[in-house]
Antibody, heavy 120, light 106 residues
Framework: QVQLVESGGGLVKPGGSLRLSCAASGFTFSDYYMSWIRQAPGKGLEWVSYISSSGSTIYYADSVKGRFTISRDNAKNSLYLQMNSLRAEDTAVYYC?????????????WGRGTLVTVSS | EIVLTQSPATLSLSPGERATLSCRASQSVSSYLAWYQQKPGQAPRLLIYDASNRATGIPARFSGSGSGTDFTLTISSLEPEDFAVYYCQQRSNSGTFGQGTRLEIK
């Protein structure tokens, strides 16, 4: 069925690195822009990064620019987020989401999320 | 960065009542605004896109309106499953979210 499944979360020390993955199935992954969105415990949603369908266009929130890298492998139907120089404030559930619905592209399909905890 | 401010922070209503949630943008986002619903332990769900269009499978009791800087999500008659947190999001410039409105049972 149509779904996104995130993996790769866990406990990491401040300054450490982690790579998140998102496996897509049930739709033509290479047709869609994809995004990462995060949610700190008990807090609201924060869009982190998006990547175009071909991977040629990438955008980051200021809070992660220079530390996080988004990428995709259309042959493997997978989206990735490489997170370096992690900080306590990066602690959150990280969701991958598909972008669809017209020119503005909204998040119409979400994974269940993977928890990243940054703590010593 | 465009800031979205949602009001009220919490809304207490009973099933069957009408709910009106607001979202105000710090600058015009045209009609590039969406509403999402999130229940505890779940990922958000897209309800409304481009300010007033219902996403696939969303019941007709959900409606959106507005343009520019002021937007409204209306739930015409609350069902028990509608009590959740609601977020607005703009896509005029990147994709910032509002801080959310918690809709709770009175």
């Amino acid at each position: 069925q149509v779904q996104l499944v995130e993996s790769g979360g866990g406990l990491v020390k401040p300054g450490g690195s982690l790579r998140l993955s998102c496996a897509a199935s049930g739709f033509t992954f290479s047709d869609y822009y994809m995004s990462w969105i995060r949610q700190a415990p008990g807090k609201g949603l924060e869009w982190v990064s998006y990547i175009s369908s071909s991977g040629s266009t990438i955008y980051y929130a200021d809070s992660v620019k220079g530390r996080f890298t988004i990428s995709r492998d259309n042959a493997k139907n997978s989206l990735y987020l490489q997170m370096n120089s992690l900080r306590a404030e990066d602690t959150a559930v990280y969701y991958c989401a598909r972008e669809d619905y017209g020119e503005a592209r909204y998040f119409d399909l979400w994974g269940r999320g993977t928890l990243v905890t940054v703590s010593s | 960065e465009i800031v979205l401010t949602q009001s009220p922070a919490t809304l207490s209503l009973s099933p069957g009542e009408r709910a009106t949630l607001s979202c105000r943008a710090s600058q015009s986002v045209s009609s590039y605004l969406a509403w999402y619903q999130q229940k505890p332990g779940q990922a958000p769900r897209l309800l409304i896109y481009d300010a007033s269009n219902r996403a696939t499978g969303i019941p007709a009791r959900f409606s959106g309106s507005g343009s520019g800087t002021d937007f409204t999500l209306t739930i015409s008659s609350l069902e028990p499953e509608d009590f959740a947190v609601y977020y607005c999001q703009q896509r005029s410039n990147s994709g910032t979210f509002g801080q959310g409105t918690r809709l709770e049972i009175k």
